[in-house]
């Protein structure tokens, strides 16, 4: 069970010490381009978790407890999966028995796909920064050369856009954690791809090959999606704000400039570490200057995913008719 991989134009070499825990490694990866190249990163996921920092967490969500800074980052979650970075390595473990084969205590409904993806991101995150690739919490479309950067809070939306996207012939590069890497006048932007989770109720029997996750409060399936293995990254090109309207679903043109930072920054997993702040600073300067939009879904399921879609050209058709102009 071992892979290398391309990921944000860095070779990341994925291991792990069974077929269970390969299945959670390879079910976040699987979109990823095989690589020849020698690893810049390595990620092995064991069986016993490695020891987190005894200082109180930088972050703390619902079931998951992240350290920033020092020597590097950490993760625990209450699924008993803990991940940290040392050096260029990045090492998962648990949770601490394996019930299928012990008769342990442990969940027989785990979703260990689940715990290792939360577990991983951050740590994952502050190991590509350290290779100049800064990880953002966003979905990211490309079209041709161009990729649309869209964000917005758990919920708001970002899984159904790519969805709807992809129906519409868009490239999903990733529906949550999408790289950055420039300066403040140039993005460019590479994708994680993975199977989209989205709400039940909006995809019904649209997609016959989705997957309902175990114990997700939200009610939602995996969609498997058909994506091209890209390795070049696109230029970020047009900014999206995701939200949900009341009723009709809707677009708004915002002003690019410095107001933007406040939504943009907190986006960064890596954001509440000071010593990262400063790189990630002009990175958002860069996002808060390009074409904005504010994308509001329609409210009603049925329709959600067609509007979604006719909105996004609407906005696209903007994009091209304005580069057009500057030819």
Known sequence: MHRVIHLAGRSIELSA???????????LFAGCADSSQTPHLRLRFDQVPPTVPARPPTLSYTGIDVWLGGDGAACRSAAGVAAVRQGDDIVVGGPMDDWRASGSAIDPHLDLQSAFRRSVQHVLADALAEHGRHTLHAASIRYR??????????????????????????TVLSDDLTFLAGDDSHLVAWGLAKPLNLPGDLVGEDHSASEVIPQDARNRVRVPLERSLLEDPGHAAVLLLVAHAPAAGYVQRIEPGPSLLKTVLPSFPLAPDPDRMRELFPIAAALSR???WALFHDADPARR???????????????????????
């Open 145 to 170: 050369d161009h990729v649309v950067v869209a964000l917005g809070g758990t919920g708001a939306g970002k899984s159904t856009l790519a969805y709807a996207a992809s129906r519409r012939g868009g």
């Open 17 to 27: 010490a069974d077929e269970w825990r390969w299945e959670a490694v390879d079910a």
């Open 290 to 292: 390009l074409p904005t």
């Open 305 to 327: 995913l067609d509007v979604g879609g006719t909105l996004l050209e609407q906005i696209t058709g903007a994009l091209a008719h304005t580069s057009a102009d500057r030819t």
